[in-house]
């Protein structure tokens, strides 16, 4: 009884549930200001912002913010941040970009977006390339060579490594006998005569006396290393076999089962900041030299 009288003197809704009025305080003072505050912030916000949603965009606001303003603001600020980095990167040769430990770091993270952008829809996310179609490059295999000019080379003028089909150019058996020296050699285990064979079929020629590859030019050819057990086109007899045969990237309009190694060039798309980021990201890729 005596906590129902505790508040008399207020009047009542006349609603009364079990003894239990119910009051008409008002509600309290904080909550009144936040009552008040926030109409007041949705009126301020719909006149400053784009808010109500009209037949064909909305309006405006007073402010003229739009997302893409903003995003390009965004980009604008990013680009202030890289500007005096860019620079550098284009004064600088390969081997002071990998030396200074700030700038290789600029790079490496440039190069990441670049790289996913550009080269993993072939390459790979990690630069392990796709057997048979697409280059390992992080195995610090070379076909063109891994220093740092050579890879910018090669991302800027793309590459075309090219191999004659052997069919038809020379006998059947010595295709066999070809495939077979190889599998040994990739196991260093090719005879002497097999060497003067590889010489005699022209072999040696692109892939060299001792065929480890690379031996047209300081750069390399793009001929494989065939002693180290690393394959560009797989290495069962079978593999082998079709790439004696049908070679690298004829034309398949004549040779349809030729190996088709195509690396598009870039240097028209990219920058040659750009590119050196991206060769800097790829020599380490391949453990660096
Ligand atoms: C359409 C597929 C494709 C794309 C995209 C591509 N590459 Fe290649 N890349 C290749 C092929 C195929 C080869 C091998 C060419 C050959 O064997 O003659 C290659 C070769 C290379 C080589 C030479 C490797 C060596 O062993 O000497 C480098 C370096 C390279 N690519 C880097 C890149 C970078 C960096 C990018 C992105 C800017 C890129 N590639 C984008 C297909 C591609
Ligand atoms: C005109 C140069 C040239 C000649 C001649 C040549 N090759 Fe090649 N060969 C290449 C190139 C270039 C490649 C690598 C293709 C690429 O990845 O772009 C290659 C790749 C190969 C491969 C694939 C290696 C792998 O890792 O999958 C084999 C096997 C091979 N050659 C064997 C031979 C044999 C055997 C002969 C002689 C009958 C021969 N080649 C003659 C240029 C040549």
Redo the contacts with the bound molecule.
Sequence with gaps: MAKKDKAPQVADTGHEWDGIRELTNPPPRWWMISLHASWIFCLVYLVLYPSIPLLHGSTKGLLGWTQIKEFKEAVAENDAIKAPYLKKVADMDGQALMADPAMRNFAESSAKA??GD??A???GAGGQGAAG???N?ADD??????DFD??VE??TDG???SMPAHEGMIEDAQINQMADFVLAAAQGKASKQGFIRFDENGCSGCHGEDAKGGVINDL?S?AANLTDGIW?FGGSREDILRTIRYG??EDPADVPKTRI????A?GEK?SPEA?KM??V??HQFGGGK
Aim: hydrophobic fraction near 50%; charged fraction near 10%; include cysteine.
């Design positions: 670049l790289f550009n080269c829809a072939c390459h179609l697409f280059p490059l295999d070379w076909l063109f060579g891994g050579t890879i090669s991302i590459r075309e490594g390399g793009g560009r690298v990237n190694a195509i690396m598009p870039f990219l590119i991206l060769a990201k790829v």
